[in-house]
């Protein structure tokens, strides 16, 4: 890193704050004496997304973001409570190891966490996400999200 001012490489750092997300530096260049600041962030890297139809596609916060506001439209969810389940799911996807991710395994880990916040949320995004064609496929829907209720129940 150089001086913005002289371009000069001796630099010193004279102040570190953790911030939430970032580490924020204050810099000084030891050849002119000029201020500046400096953020370091964890690089996030989201594996690529392998769909059903074997393609792969890059990860996509947004259309998370899209289909659970279809998903509690109208329920009742604070605007934290909603970034913060947002935040959770970009960063256990962010925190995944491998390259790929099937695309089923990121819906799981949505309804896993629908399960347990609100049931027509639950049903709505497992009804787009995992593609409910039948009345068989809603039903074995439902019993997938009593099934990981009681799990949660019995693990207390
Ligand atoms: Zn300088």
């Known amino acids: 890193m150089f001086c913005p001012s002289c371009g000069n490489d001796d630099l010193k750092v004279i102040d570190s704050r953790s911030q939430q997300d970032a580490i924020k530096r204050r810099r ?12 370091e962030r964890i690089e996030k890297r989201y594996p690529m997304v392998r769909k059903k139809d074997g393609s792969l596609e890059k990860f996509i916060l947004h ?3 899209t289909g659970l506001e279809n ?3 109208k329920r009742k969810i604070s605007g934290d409570a909603f970034e913060l389940l947002i935040h959770e799911i970009d960063a256990e996807i962010a925190s995944y190891t491998n390259p790929e991710i099937e695309s089923s395994d ?3 880990l949505i309804l896993a966490k629908l399960s347990s916040m ?4 639950y049903v709505r995004f497992a009804s787009v996400y995992c593609e409910v064609n039948s009345l068989d496929d809603f039903l074995a829907l439902l019993s ?6 009681q799990t949660k129940h019995s693990e207390r």
């Open 28 to 39: 000084a260049c030891i050849s002119c004496g000029y201020r500046f600041t400096t953020f």
């Open 118 to 121: 609100d049931q027509v949320a």
């Open 71 to 73: 998903a509690f439209r």
């Open 106 to 108: 990121i819906g799981t």
């Open 144 to 149: 997938f999200g009593d099934n990981s209720m």
């Open 63 to 65: 259309k998370i973001r």
